[in-house]
């Protein structure tokens, strides 16, 4: 059964830092683009960031340039977002996604193409 699961979530006050993990199981992810998505409370999904399945390319959402990094270990399947200088407005639920389809052009900005989600953890920063 193919698994993504989140962790390292919390509280954390402004100006605070954390880093969230996503372990996969089930099947190797290292040939797949991994993408970090939250959910605050009455919002839609937004992709927060995105990693290539070689680590060549990166986006990032440009609420969170220059705070947010995000890095992978293929070895351990493991994606990481390690978030700094948290922001009140970056509370929300984080969830790590898998796009398998890798040879579409921009693959990493293609939403509907992320089919392994996790379930989530929650971030909250308090102001």
């Known amino acids: 059964q193919v698994q993504l699961a989140e962790s390292g979530g919390g509280l954390v006050q402004t100006g605070g830092s954390l880093r969230l993990s996503c372990a996969a199981s089930?099947?190797?992810?290292?040939?797949?683009?991994m993408g970090w998505f939250r959910q605050a409370p009455g919002k839609g999904r937004e992709l927060v960031a995105a990693?290539?399945?070689?680590?060549?390319?990166?986006y990032y959402a440009d609420s969170v340039k220059g705070r947010f990094t995000v890095s992978r270990d293929n070895a351990k399947n493991t994606v990481y977002l390690q978030m700094n200088s948290l922001k009140p407005e970056d509370t929300a639920v984080y969830y790590c996604?898998?796009?398998?389809?890798?040879?579409?052009?921009?693959?990493?900005?293609?939403?509907?193409?992320?089919?392994?989600w996790g379930q989530g953890t929650q971030v909250t920063v308090s102001s």
């Open positions: 996604a898998a796009n398998g389809k890798t040879y579409r052009l921009n693959s990493l900005l293609i939403l509907s193409d992320y089919e392994y």
């Open positions: 990693i290539s399945w070689n680590a060549v390319s990166t």
């Open positions: 089930g099947r190797s992810f290292s040939i797949d683009d």
